[in-house]
């Protein structure tokens, strides 16, 4: 059974930052590219970042570029999100997320979710 189990979220001020970790099973974490996504009190999912299988490639959405750094550990079975610098705009609730192939644009498996509120 694949589970993908979000961690590291919590209340944070303006210009602060956490890192947010995804641990995953049930599959070969390594053939797989992963993702983050985002959902806002009242909005719709947002992309913000993604790493093929490897590690070796990433991407960010405009809005959290320069800011975010997405990272994985393919020994440990582990996703992560450094957020750094983060503004009120940050707070939602992130989801990691698995791609079916190494790279892409389909999710099959999505985590529970962690909330992370920047708030002063």
């Known amino acids: 059974e694949v589970q993908l189990v979000e961690s590291g979220g919590g209340l944070v001020q303006p210009g602060g930052s956490l890192r947010l970790s995804c641990a995953a099973s049930?599959?070969?974490?390594?053939?797989?590219?992963m993702s983050w996504v985002r959902q806002a009190p009242g909005k719709g999912l947002e992309w913000v970042s993604a790493i093929n299988s490897g590690g070796g490639s990433t991407s960010y959405a405009d809005s959290v570029k320069g800011r975010f750094t997405i990272s994985r550990d393919n020994a440990k079975n582990t996703l992560y999100l450094q957020m750094n610098s983060l503004k009120p705009e940050d707070t939602a609730v992130y989801y990691c997320a698995k791609y079916l192939g190494s790279w892409g644009t389909q999710f099959d498996y999505w985590g529970q979710g962690t909330q992370v509120t920047v708030s002063s």
């Open positions: 049930g599959f070969t974490f390594s053939s797989n590219g």
